[in-house]
Structures are given as C-alpha cells and as structure tokens.
C-alpha cells in the first residue's frame, strides 16, 4: 500500500502531509498523559516491519501487504500505535526506498491514521457491542476479544484502501496504467484485491490475540496456583502436641 513518488500531486501530498502531522501532534499530546509502553512499541515496530516486507505486486504502482496497526494499536494503544506506525513508514522511506519520502505524509495517512485509528476504533466498537449484547460490558471472554480483533482486522485494511482511493482520486492519476505506461485499473478496481488481502490480516491478528490471551490466562493460572501453595500451612513438628505413649 505505499504510495512511491511521483503518482499524487504537490498539493494534494501538502494536505495529506498536514493531516498525518496534525494527527501526529496530537497523539503525541496524548502520550504525554500516560506511561506508554515503549518496549512492547520497540518489538511491535520490528514486527511492522517483517509484516511489510510481504508485498504482492498489484497492477500500477501498488502493493498490497499485512499493516499490522489494528493489532499494534490493541497492544500499546491507538496513540502510541499510531507514532510507532509512522516511524517504521519513515524508516522505510529512507533506508529501503519502500515508498515516496515526498509521499511519506500520504503513507501515514493511508497506513496510520486511517489503519490504526479506524482499526482500534472498530475493535472497541465490536467489544462494546457485545457487552450490550451479552449485558456483561468489560468481562468480554478470550474468543469475543479475539473475534473482535479479526473484525477490526479487515476493517482497518478497508479503511486503508479506501483512504488510499480517495487520495488517488483526489490527486492522482486516473488509472494505474497512466502510471506504467501500461493498460490498468482505477485504485476503486483495486479494492476487492485489498478486502481479500484484508482477510488474510483478519486471521493473523485474532489468532495473535487468540494465542497472547490464552497464555495470560495460563500464567494468571499458574501465579493463583503457586500463591495457594505459599499459604498453606505447613505442619511444623516442634508445635505439635507429644503423642502419649501407651
């Protein structure tokens, strides 16, 4: 889904550019509020990483990969997932040449704002839905959660996509093809590869979710276990009363 250079206008990468950075600014505000959780963002950022390498070439100059913001933002939460987002497209942009560097502002929007932000969005929806449904808010089982998360999933890629076509239309050329010199399709043609490739990230999250949250409840198991254990008495044979002899 990065956009290179040379596909979207100057003026509409300055719009672009100033939202990403606006949303920026203001989840860096938002970090200033919390104790963000810089080491699981570190390893979450390597794991952005190894999940954009998976490119599938689609017509024009687009790809289609795993983004990885739903389940970054359901880690570390939406704010810090939302910079960490950002700095693996920059990283990307200037070490790899994996999009534009003019284009950086349209990646961020595309993959970051609408991926992270529209992707925990959606996950917190479905969590609350099924609260009201079950009228039992905030003790939603492992499976909901991991549902959840899967649902979200594919929404965050949909949103990803269709942020993408709307930058594109925007800015952009009319077709693929006026950009390879080569018969292609709109960016709007390309969506259904993006809901299928969307699925794929569905699975890949809610069985993360899935196999993180059955290991919680294991270990949470495991420390009760052990704590029982700690206070049991122990017969102490000094504090015993002297058995009679007969």
Not at 80 to 108: I, P
Not at 182 to 198: F, I, S
């Amino acid at each position: 889904m990065h956009i290179p250079d040379g596909v979207i206008d100057p003026t509409t990468l300055v719009v672009a550019g100033a939202a990403s950075a606006g949303a920026l600014t203001w989840s860096a505000r938002e970090l200033r509020r919390g104790s963000p959780r810089l080491g699981v963002a570190l390893a979450g950022a390597a794991g952005v990483v190894l999940a954009h390498l998976a490119d599938v070439s689609l017509p024009g100059p687009y790809t289609a990969h795993l983004i990885g913001g739903t389940l970054l933002a359901i880690a570390v939460g939406p704010w810090l997932a939302l910079t960490t987002m950002a700095s693996v497209l920059a990283l990307e942009a200037l070490l790899w040449h994996d999009g534009g560097t003019s284009a950086l502002g349209v990646n961020v929007l595309v993959m970051g704002v609408a991926g992270v932000l529209v992707g925990y969005g959606a996950y917190r929806a479905v969590l609350a839905l099924a609260g009201f449904l079950r009228r039992r808010p905030g003790r939603d089982s492992p499976w909901v959660r991991a549902g959840a998360a899967a649902v979200a999933a594919w929404v965050s890629v949909l949103a990803s996509a269709l942020t993408l076509a709307a930058v594109v239309a925007l800015g952009g050329p009319p077709t693929v093809g006026d950009v390879m010199e080569a018969p292609g399709a709109t960016v709007g043609e390309l969506l259904p590869y993006y809901a299928a490739w969307g699925l794929l990230e569905a699975a890949l999250t809610g069985g993360i979710v899935a196999i993180v949250l059955a290991w919680k409840r294991s270990m949470a198991r495991l420390e009760n276990a052990t704590d029982v254990r700690g206070r049991m008495p122990v017969d102490n044979p000094a504090t015993q009363a002297p058995v009679p002899v007969m």
